[in-house]
């Protein structure tokens, strides 16, 4: 009798995709544009699900240097998770090509981080195997970047018959038209989507407190005031 090695009777797990410094601050190599907003709401969705108790399962990129990639290369800062997005008990895995997976993974940790070698985590044998073995209710899905990586774990989902809510203001893009053509596509598959607040109530943060540039540190708006006055 072959045993389920990943048992999780949760009823959500988030999806965290690509939540990397590279891509989410603004001193990154490849910095979505509507970065400010997507952290704030990501860092409200991180500290709900640890209030939750619901684990986190997070995709990583992690490009080997000298392979023509211009972000996230490994052995680089940018290469780094964001730390709302970091767990204390996490687990994380090589993109080594293996499918081991330890039994009662999520037991013993609160997040699994998929380190992957593009956009497409199902293109990783082992996170395609936590993917798609995973029985949860709904696979809630945050990160970057909405045209790529989230789409193609979105759709990997959904070809998995799998339940997927997207939070359309935490998940950031560099190209405004097609990611609403990938939001689109999402949904057309049967994705959920909806925004943060509709799940967990409005929001009273006003500052971002991780990136280090001006907006998000609040400075953006005294200028602008000062610039009238
Ligand atoms: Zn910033």
Redesign the pocket.
Known sequence: MIRPIITLRRRRVIVDVDTQKDLM??DGKA?IRN??RV?ANVRRVAAWARVKNLRMISTAQMCPAGNGCDHCIEGTGGQEKIRYTTRMRNCVFAADGCTDVPRDLFSSYDQVILNKRSMDPFNEPRADRILSELKVDEFIVIGTVTEESVKATVLGLLARRKHVTVLTDCVGSHNKGKAEVALRQMEAKGAKMIESKNMIGPSCLRL?G????????GKMFKDAANNIA
């Open positions: 601050f603004a910095c970065h400010r952290l971002v991780a990136c280090g540039c001006d907006r998000c540190k």
